[in-house]
């Protein structure tokens, strides 16, 4: 069984930054990537960015690269996500999940456990 709870969404105003964090407890699977998803309302989830088991590999939706960067501590326990330059229409509940392969996928499909979500709101 394994349990991922994100934190440190909140509000910021445009242009400004929020790092969120995905700690994972129970047995992990040691090639499993992880990546980040959002849900803004009305709308349907969405990826976001994911990263590799070993941390050495990232990958991006166009929308948020070069503004969001994913990493992962060494321990292999935590992922993080790094906003920078937020928009409004990044507003939305974020949600951290983890792959039962290796490289992170756009699709959810590989993704078989997530975190409740936590609530990023970007105001103008």
């Known amino acids: 069984q394994v349990e991922l709870v994100e934190s440190g969404g909140g509000l910021v105003q445009a242009g400004g930054s929020l790092r969120l964090s995905c700690a994972a407890s129970?047995?992990?699977?040691?090639?499993?990537?992880m990546g980040w998803f959002r849900q803004a309302p009305g709308k349907e989830r969405e990826f976001v960015g994911g990263?590799?088991?070993?941390?050495?590999?990232?990958y991006y939706a166009d929308s948020v690269k070069g503004r969001f960067t994913i990493s992962r501590d060494n321990a292999k326990t935590t992922m993080y996500l790094q906003m920078d330059s937020l928009k409004p229409e990044d507003t939305a509940i974020y949600y951290c999940?983890?792959?039962?392969?290796?490289?992170?996928?756009?699709?959810?499909?590989?993704?078989?456990?997530w975190g409740q979500g936590t609530q990023v709101t970007v105001s103008s």
């Open positions: 129970g047995r992990t699977f040691k090639s499993g990537a």
């Open positions: 999940a983890q792959s039962n392969i290796v490289v992170p996928t756009a699709g959810p499909y590989n993704y078989n456990y």
């Open positions: 990263i590799s088991w070993s941390g050495s590999s990232t």
